[in-house]
């Protein structure tokens, strides 16, 4: 069965601190994994990584792709109190399948 | 626990049908179900927040006489799709949130559906 799994499920921090948030998965047909940070409302998009070892960086926000272990790492530095939220990741797999997704990591950031 | 289901998966429908897409919470009373549509390489977007019992709010852009959303029980949500159209064709996904954890989205696993 398909499944991706995150850790920690939650994490509290204070400011500055940097924070790493883990994602593996098991899945058939694996094309991309995801990442996006949840809010009040609609989840908006951070990253989309295919390719192994290619680091991906928004900001303070920085995504890599690890395709041996099956996993992926999301690291935040600096964290401010914005960043508080729930990170999700998802894979896509095949076409005109949907995507799976983590339960998330709710990040909790304190001033 | 905190399962959400779609029915169906997937769906293949004629221009001009109307499809409608289930949502269901599997082990909790959902208050709140949000539908989004997702296109290839791109973000979730939010459609429509539904909470039971009453209407459901759409996002700007979100024609809500063409996505019908209803929320009728605390476990139930569907959307329909009215007089369907290739540009419709898209990840259909829904999420609830509610009981123990109001404040968590738990997503289905989304309907892909096509319009020929």
């Known amino acids: 069965e398909d499944k991706v799994v995150q850790s920690p499920l939650s994490l509290v921090v204070h400011e500055g601190d940097t924070v790493t948030l883990n994602c593996s998965y098991e899945?058939?047909?694996?094309?991309?994994l995801l990442w996006y940070k949840q809010e009040k409302k609609a989840p908006t998009f951070l990253f989309m990584l295919t390719s192994s070892g290619i680091e991906k960086k928004s900001g303070r926000l920085s995504s890599i792709l690890d395709k041996k272990e099956l996993s992926s790492i999301l690291n935040i530095t600096a964290t401010q109190t914005g960043d508080s939220a729930i990170y999700l990741c998802?894979?896509?797999?095949?076409?005109?399948?949907?995507?799976?997704f983590g339960k998330g990591t709710t990040l909790s950031v304190s001033s | 626990g905190a399962v959400v289901s779609q029915h169906p998966s997937r769906v293949i429908c004629k221009s001009g049908t109307s499809v409608k897409i289930e949502c269901r919470s599997l082990?909790?009373?959902?208050?709140?179900m949000f539908w989004y549509r997702q296109f290839p390489k791109q973000s979730l977007m939010l459609m429509a927040t539904?909470?039971?019992?009453?209407?459901?709010?759409?996002e700007q852009g979100v024609e809500k006489d063409k996505f019908l959303i209803n929320h009728a029980s605390l476990t139930l949500s569907t959307l329909t799709v009215t007089s369907a159209h290739p540009e419709d064709s898209s990840f259909y996904i829904c999420?609830?949130?509610?009981?123990?954890?109001?404040?968590?989205?738990?997503f289905g696993p989304g309907t892909r559906l096509t319009v020929l």
């Open positions: 539904s909470n039971e019992g009453s209407k459901a709010t759409y």
């Open positions: 899945v058939t047909n694996f094309r991309s």
């Open positions: 998802a894979v896509d797999r095949q076409a005109g399948t949907a995507l799976i």
């Open positions: 082990d909790f009373q959902a208050t709140t």
């Open positions: 999420s609830a949130s509610g009981g123990a954890f109001p404040d968590t989205q738990y």
